[in-house]
Structure formats: structure tokens, C-alpha cells
């Protein structure tokens, strides 16, 4: 019989540690549980090592736990926005599909909501399920998200559509902002978004930093916004991604305008 490998990510112990345990009553399953987001990181990662990679991640969707930035296991390195070293549900599920796209992710939530939900299935996830469902129900929706299933509540559908859609929409909406750019502009960008300063910009990019900062207005004007945070936020929607950093470059994290 073929096991199917899965990990219960809440920083809710009992619940977790309770939800293995029935899991793992089910003779085709192994189940581990980690109670925060470094656990679980932790957990990839040594599943790796081992030759023994999970298929299915059930992750909390309030999920919240602090990651040491020296040390971080390597799947942490691959989290979005994790320059603070937060891991909540929804950039967990991102990190780990960008590492391993193998292993299947199911949000576990205490309530429905659109929104959440549909930026869970952007991050890659495969279903949502609310927490109060029957074992049943869950052993389905992991069994059907290995055969590339995507689960939903029926009561999401149609506003995980509609979120979607809007978020098709702005995405366009930025993609066609980011193309009014200069070919010069969109580096600066791309610097921007790895979070370089001025400074590592014009050392990047052999420019004096009065012209980085010239540069650095007209993007925010283009784009139609008054932020550094703005602008990196509305080029992540377009799928404008960070510039390759080389190890000469020292400076980073400064201020950008």
C-alpha cells in the first residue's frame, strides 16, 4: 500500500498534535506535526535529507512564528516576505511550493473567507477546508489534492472567483504601468524590489546616485504612487521580480528615496 507523508503545521499544539493522531490511525498515512512555521520549515527540510519529502502540508491559515534570520533552514530563504522573519500561513505554503512544488498544501481555517482563500490558491495551495470538518472530509480532500484536485467549500466559490478576478485585474492594471517604464527604469526596479539602496544601485548599475535617484522619482511617478513600499508592492503584482545579487554588493536595506 502506498503511504501518503503528511505534515500538520499549527501553532496550536493540541489541536495539531491531536490532529496527527487521528491521521495517523488511517493505515496509509504517516503524520508529523509541527507547532510553528520553523518547525515545519525544519521538518521540509529534513524530509529532504532523508529522501523521505512529504506529499501533503496542512498549514494553519492564522499561523504566525518567528524565524531567526542567521541559520534560517533553506526553504525559509525562499519565503516572500520574510524580511522581518514572519512566517504566516499563507507565505509558508508560497515558500515551500517555490522549493518544493511536489508537496501538496491544504489551508486549515477557523472561518471561511474569500479573500484569505484566494490568495492561499495564489500561493499555491490546493484547497482550503475549514477546520471543523469532518476526518472524512479531510482524508478525501487530501487524497483528491494528490490526484491535482483543487478543494474548495462550496460557499467560497464564488467569492474566491470574484477575488480572482479583481486580482487578475490589478495585476494587468500594474503590468501595463511597469511597460511605460524606461528600459533603465525597470532595472532601477528590480533593484528596488531586492531592496537595495541608493547607494548599491548606482554601484550596481554604474550610475552616480543623484542620477539613481532621478530614476527612482520617475518610476514612483510613472507608476502613479508616493512610495518606495508602493512601488515594490505594485511590481510584485506584475511578476516583476528582484535583480540577481552578485556578492559584491554590500549595501542593502537603506532608504530608497
Not at 496509509?28 to 523521505?52: H, I, M, N, Q, T
Not at 498549514?59 to 519565503?79: E, K, R, T
Not at 508537496?103 to 495551495?125: M, N, S
Not at 507608476?223 to 505594485?234: D, F, N, R
Amino acid at each position: 500500500m502506498a503511504r501518503i507523508r503528511v505534515l500538520v503545521v499549527d501553532d496550536h499544539r493540541i489541536f495539531a498534535e491531536s490532529l496527527a493522531a487521528a491521521l495517523a490511525a488511517e493505515p496509509d498515512v504517516d503524520v508529523s506535526a509541527a507547532g510553528s512555521g520553523p518547525a515545519a520549515l525544519r521538518c521540509l527540510d529534513r524530509s529532504v535529507a532523508e529522501a523521505r519529502r512529504y506529499d501533503v502540508m496542512l498549514v494553519d491559515a492564522d499561523l504566525g512564528a518567528a524565524v531567526g534570520p542567521a541559520g534560517a533552514p533553506a526553504i525559509a530563504q525562499a519565503v516572500p516576505d520574510g524580511g522581518e522573519g514572519v512566517v504566516d500561513g499563507i507565505s509558508l505554503v508560497a515558500g515551500v511550493r517555490s522549493v518544493q512544488p511536489a508537496v501538496r498544501t491544504v489551508v486549515l481555517a477557523e472561518k471561511d473567507d474569500p479573500h484569505r482563500a484566494a490568495l492561499a490558491l495564489q500561493a499555491g495551495a490546493s484547497g482550503w477546508v475549514a477546520k471543523d470538518c469532518s476526518l472524512q472530509r479531510l482524508l478525501a480532500v487530501i487524497r483528491g489534492v494528490l490526484r491535482d484536485e483543487t478543494h474548495l467549500p462550496p460557499a467560497l466559490l464564488t467569492g474566491v472567483l470574484k477575488e480572482l478576478t479583481a486580482a487578475r485585474r490589478h495585476r494587468t492594471e500594474s503590468e501595463q504601468l511597469v511597460e511605460s517604464l524606461t528600459p533603465r527604469e525597470r532595472e532601477v526596479l528590480r533593484c528596488m524590489v531586492a531592496g537595495l539602496g541608493r547607494k548599491a544601485v548606482a554601484e550596481r548599475l554604474f550610475l552616480s546616485p543623484h542620477t539613481v535617484r532621478t530614476h527612482m522619482q520617475n518610476v514612483l511617478g510613472k507608476l502613479g504612487v508616493h512610495s518606495t513600499l508602493a512601488a515594490v508592492a505594485l511590481a510584485r503584482r506584475a511578476g516583476v521580480g528582484p535583480a540577481e545579487l552578485s556578492g559584491d554588493v554590500v549595501e542593502r536595506g537603506g532608504q530608497l528615496a
